[in-house]
């Protein structure tokens, strides 16, 4: 008995589900034939609502491609992610088990023509939840590379981890960059500090403070200001300082405002030191705190002794803490 013979049969049969998932994935990937065209069409007219699976397989496929295209992501967080596919493999496995076992054999006896067959077929609910699973965990890799360059401060959620390293590293790469000539001249094109102070607090609908630039003469300086782009804000202000050590030297210092997001656990009166890595790898101190709703992040090169005197010149909160 000619064993390939039913098998060709019966993947020629238009009916066959198997024969519909294939022409349904060839669609989705747009290599359909002229004579497989016709027959989904033909299948179409008898089951309209099955047009939607083109469109699920399309956003599949792209969601996918996005998640294999991400930088690796952090052993915990792999770990999580086969921990929830795991439970969710479970439950499925435990609800539909007997219409599992019955798919597999068919898929045995149906031989090497199952190699091409469309993993959705098997039922939509397996489907769906398989597609959500990838979406979560698409999420959470994408999630992962915002702090992937360093652990997740003590405390702190995703959400508010992801942006502790974003920030971070924004506005330390921020501050280096315009302290060429340069850049600054490119970006801080407002050099009156009464000015700048009055269009962010317009903007922000809250009053800026910055430094009494009159009580600190010879020890700050005003370099310039202008618009920024800190995450999650959308409107924020770049205002650069030189601050005077007591030997003549000038030590870089940007003041990075904007409306509070909200993403940082701030309170008020308070002083925060961000640890992160960015600041570590290039040798800078950043501090945060939050005031009549505008959120301050101050870049700072001044040395461990100077850091008081500055934070103090930039009206800082006396008390501090770190995250």
Same mark, same amino acid.
């Given at each position: 008995?000619?064993?390939?013979?039913?098998?060709?049969?019966?993947?020629?049969?238009?009916?066959?589900?198997?024969?519909?998932?294939?022409?349904?994935?060839?669609?989705?990937?747009?290599?359909?034939?002229?004579?497989?065209?016709?027959?989904?069409?033909?299948?179409?007219?008898?089951?309209?609502?099955?047009?939607?699976?083109?469109?699920?397989?399309?956003?599949?496929?792209?969601?996918?491609?996005?998640?294999?295209?991400?930088? !690796?992501? /952090?052993?915990? @967080?792999?770990?999580?992610? $086969? *921990?929830?596919?795991?439970?969710?493999?479970?439950?499925? %496995?435990? +609800?539909?088990?007997?219409?599992?076992?019955?798919?597999?054999?068919?898929?045995?006896?149906?031989?090497?023509?199952?190699?091409?067959?469309?993993?959705?077929?098997?039922?939509?609910?397996?489907?769906?939840?398989?597609?959500?699973?990838?979406?979560?965990?698409?999420?959470?890799?994408?999630?992962?590379?915002?702090?992937?360059?360093? !652990?997740? /401060?003590?405390? @702190?959620?995703?959400?508010? $981890? *992801?942006?502790?390293?974003?920030?971070?590293?924004?506005? %330390?790469? +921020?501050?280096?960059?315009?302290?060429?000539?340069?850049?600054?001249?490119?970006?801080?094109?407002?050099?009156?500090?009464?000015?700048?102070?009055?269009?962010?607090?317009?903007?922000?609908?809250?009053?800026?403070?910055?430094?009494?630039?009159?009580?600190?003469?010879?020890?700050?300086?005003?370099?310039?200001?202008?618009?920024?782009?800190?995450?999650?804000?959308?409107?924020?202000?770049?205002?650069?300082?030189?601050?005077?050590?007591?030997?003549?030297?000038?030590?870089?210092?940007?003041?990075?405002?904007?409306?509070?997001?909200?993403?940082?656990?701030?309170?008020?009166?308070?002083?925060?030191?961000?640890?992160?890595?960015?600041?570590?790898?290039?040798?800078?101190?950043?501090?945060?705190?939050?005031?009549?709703?505008?959120?301050?992040?101050?870049?700072?090169?001044?040395?461990?002794?100077?850091?008081?005197?500055?934070?103090?010149?930039?009206?800082?909160?006396?008390?501090?803490?770190?995250?």
């Amino acid at each position: 008995m000619n064993n390939d013979q039913p098998q060709s049969e019966h993947a020629q049969d238009p009916r066959d589900p198997m024969n519909i998932a294939t022409l349904l994935r060839a669609a989705a990937d747009g290599e359909l034939s002229d004579c497989q065209c016709k027959e989904l069409n033909a299948y179409f007219a008898e089951h309209p609502e099955a047009k939607s699976q083109i469109e699920f397989e399309k956003a599949l496929k792209d969601c996918c491609s996005r998640v294999m295209t991400k930088p !690796p992501c /952090p052993d915990s @967080l792999r770990n999580k992610i $086969a *921990s929830i596919a795991a439970q969710s493999a479970n439950q499925i %496995v435990e +609800e539909t088990q007997q219409e599992q076992a019955a798919f597999a054999q068919r898929i045995e006896d149906a031989g090497e023509y199952t190699r091409s067959q469309n993993f959705w077929t098997r039922r939509p609910v397996i489907g769906i939840a398989a597609a959500l699973l990838l979406m979560v965990a698409g999420t959470l890799i994408w999630q992962s590379t915002s702090f992937s360059s360093g !652990p997740i /401060p003590n405390g @702190l959620n995703i959400q508010q $981890a *992801s942006y502790y390293n974003r920030v971070s590293d924004f506005v %330390v790469r +921020e501050h280096n960059r315009c302290c060429d000539d340069k850049a600054a001249k490119s970006k801080l094109v407002e050099h009156d500090i009464n000015q700048a102070t009055q269009y962010f607090s317009n903007e922000f609908g809250a009053q800026v403070i910055v430094p009494d630039m009159a009580q600190s003469v010879g020890e700050i300086v005003f370099y310039g200001g202008g618009d920024c782009s800190v995450p999650s804000t959308s409107r924020s202000g770049h205002l650069r300082f030189d601050a005077i050590s007591s030997d003549g030297e000038h030590i870089a210092l940007s003041l990075f405002i904007s409306p509070d997001p909200g993403l940082l656990p701030l309170s008020d009166n308070v002083t925060f030191r961000l640890d992160s890595k960015a600041c570590k790898d290039s040798g800078a101190s950043l501090f945060a705190w939050v005031q009549d709703g505008v959120q301050y992040l101050l870049v700072s090169e001044a040395s461990a002794d100077m850091c008081a005197k500055v934070r103090t010149m930039m009206n800082a909160p006396a008390s501090l803490d770190s995250i």
